[in-house]
């Protein structure tokens, strides 16, 4: 019997996570990819607005920090293999205080524990790079030390994140005596067209974020490091891009795979995650 994914898409905020959600839907309705629905999907709203202002050429306003509402899309690939994809359409500051609050609101218990596989949406070029005491050998914090009153400790984004893989991990109930294999996990780094690099996905993620590869390969046995750009370039939120506006969302966005292939179909680290592909 077929294995019945459930696929948790989980990102801070800024990440791009909504126009990401926007641009799938808008995929799956053009039918221009290599999924399409399979049964009706729930609490669209916050994906048809965005959808709405990018037809129009603009980006959409971020989801508010307070704000939990779960979009399920039950979706269906090529060969029959079925998935629901899980949107927590969350303000991405709740994110980052699940490790700042330590604790995992009871809505997000239930669908970490069930998630047969992760999409985790991290933004580069937003990441703080400064040298913390996760970052820098112990022997430079001893020759540097000043009369001056130590500033207030708080842990690099890298760091952070760790954290954060820990907490869900711990959720998840998972042994980490061995790499996993459930739940398969797929790192999408967004808003690739602001980077400009060539370098291949997995390289980049472990040139700009050693300790946080070095934890993902670790503890899983073939995690996928894939770029994404769901709108392509920068939309402004108030000025209409014409161009956008008269191609169509649906002709704007584009993935990089792990080997350095580019696709227009921004569906496929979801159709990867269900066919089982590395």
Known sequence: MTEQHTILLIGESNVGKTHYGAQFLKRLMAKACALKMHGAPTNLEAFTTALG?????????????????????????DSGR??????????????????????IPAAWRERVLNATDWVVLIRLHSLRSEEDLF???????ATSKTQSEPA??????????????????????????????????????SCWDEIQTTELPPDLLAARLPMLWSFVRSNWISP???????????????????????????????????????????????????????
């Open 53 to 77: 202002c990018l037809t129009e050429g603009m980006s959409t306003d971020h989801t508010p920090a307070s704000s939990y509402v779960e979009s399920v899309w039950p979706i269906q690939d």
């Open 135 to 141: 970052s820098r050998p112990l022997q430079s914090f």
């Open 82 to 103: 079925l998935a629901e994809l899980v949107w927590p359409d969350y303000g991405g500051e709740q994110v980052r205080n699940l490790v700042t609050d330590r604790r």
């Open 152 to 189: 207030a400790f708080e842990p690099s984004d890298q760091a952070r994140m760790i954290e954060l893989f820990q907490m869900l991990l711990y959720l998840a109930q998972t042994s980490l005596e061995s790499p996993l294999s459930k739940p398969r996990l797929t790192i999408l780094l």
């Open 224 to 278: 996928s490091v894939i770029g994404l750009s769901a709108l392509e370039k920068a939309l402004s939120k108030t000025v209409p891009d014409v161009d956008y506006a008269m191609r169509g969302p649906e002709d704007f966005g584009y993935v990089i795979l792990p080997n350095g292939e580019r696709s227009n179909d921004i569906t496929l680290p979801i159709q990867q995650l269900m066919t089982g592909a590395a």
